[in-house]
């Protein structure tokens, strides 16, 4: 079946380029169009769209305002948001409803790989099952705002240490978490810093993009009183631990710096979707927690008997559509079944899978109750299972 997609654009022009963007992909898209927002939704309610593409200047209603209604009554529909605005603050009021951001002038093939990446996330969302899990989620965490402000002071030709602190000093909470982690044990500072810029210098651009992203995510559920005492926090240090873990593992065996750092985010946000699902659908997710207890069986295993899919997937869809690297939303995907992914070799799926085993194995952190294994068939078919001993007597340390 062909995916669905829906323009909401005023400017006849502009919807007439829009369906000529996607005339080589017309195998697969079924295009549909509309001049307002009032239009949009009754083309809504007359049938299912996978995707929503609108300009945020619409008449009446605008596209902000649209999109938050697809958003309340169609949750699974994918929404794009295009402007030509500069505004950072409209731009960070849009990234809470929308999935993705595309500036004005439109690249034809921006838009096309954007639609492709989308379609794409069907190979981590176990069919409809999963889609179904996802639009029973109200309250999804939206794209950083934050973390998109850091990533265009990174992108430029000279980033400044000072403007990124600046950034970064805009969140106290983003702070303090930044000073907890650069003065932890793991760091081995002979002196601890009150001193933010400091903080970012020693801890460099790699980690401080990655801590900004994951501290943005978990902040989102912090106050939300129906998770168990104290999960939050222990996911939390599981997660910061994984991603430093999965990046020195990539990094002793000299893999390239694009690669080290994916598996560094992958590693912070690899269990997000416990988050998500447990602050959705909390009843769900006990008894999810029950039967991996009672039944002895990785709490992945016990989700998809519950819920029909994993919070691995869940938080893989999610990431997906932000537009993260697929290297990335592999790893958080496959990190229990990393058989299912597409590589042969040291990558970021690999090193998270083993770091998320290993972090359990030295601190003793539970955030299940019958944490997965070392897949070793899988280490050796790509061949580092002659590596793990190594590995552990390293990173113990």
């Given amino acids: 079946m062909k995916n669905r997609i829906l323009f909401v654009e005023d400017n006849p022009v502009v919807l007439q380029a829009y369906a000529l963007m996607l005339r080589p992909e017309t195998g697969n898209w079924e295009v549909g169009t509309a001049a307002d927002a009032a239009s949009a939704m009754q083309m809504l309610r007359q049938q299912p769209y996978d995707v929503v593409v609108s300009d945020m200047a619409l008449p009446g209603k605008s596209g902000l305002e649209l999109l938050v209604e697809v958003r309340q009554r169609y949750p699974a529909v994918a929404r794009i948001m295009v402007s030509g605005i500069t505004d950072q603050e409209a731009v960070a009021r849009a990234l809470g409803t929308t999935h993705q951001f595309l500036s004005k002038p439109l690249d034809p093939r921006t838009l096309r790989s954007t639609l492709s990446r989308i379609v794409g996330l069907e190979a981590y969302l176990q069919g409809k099952q999963l889609q179904e899990l996802v639009a029973r989620l109200r309250a999804i965490p939206s ?26 000093k805009r969140d106290p909470g983003m702070t303090a978490k930044m000073l907890q982690v650069v003065n932890s044990a793991a760091y081995g500072l002979p002196e601890k810093t009150g001193d933010l810029m400091q903080a970012v210098q020693f801890l460099g651009w790699s980690s401080v993009r990655s801590i900004v992203l994951s501290f943005q995510v978990f902040s989102f559920f912090e106050r939300d009183r129906r998770l168990p005492q104290g999960f939050a926090e222990a996911l939390w240090q599981h997660s910061l631990r994984t991603g430093d873990l999965a990046r020195k593992i990539m990094a002793r065996e000299h893999a390239d710096p694009i690669g080290t750092e994916n598996a560094c985010i ?7 979707g416990k988050l998500m699902l447990a602050h959705n659908l909390p009843g ?10 009672e039944e002895k069986i990785p709490l992945h295993d016990a989700e998809t008997r519950v819920y029909g899919a994993t919070h691995a997937c869940v938080a893989a869809y999610l990431l997906g559509l932000w537009g993260l690297p697929a290297e990335i939303v592999e790893a958080v995907a496959f990190h229990h079944t990393p058989t299912r992914g597409n590589t042969s070799e040291l990558s970021p799926l690999a090193a998270v899978h083993i770091a998320n085993v290993l972090d359990r194995e030295f601190s003793g952190a539970v955030t299940g109750p019958n944490p997965s294994q070392l897949q070793m068939e899988y280490l050796e078919s790509i061949g580092l299972a002659d590596r793990l001993e190594t590995w552990r007597a390293e990173l113990r340390k």
């Fill in 143 to 168: 794209f950083p705002s934050l973390y998109l402000e850091l990533m265009k002071e990174l992108q430029s030709p000279e980033p400044s240490i000072e403007k990124i602190a600046a950034i970064v």
């Fill in 266 to 272: 992958a590693g912070m946000l690899h269990d997000i």
């Fill in 284 to 293: 769900q997710f006990e008894k999810a927690l029950q039967v991996s207890t």
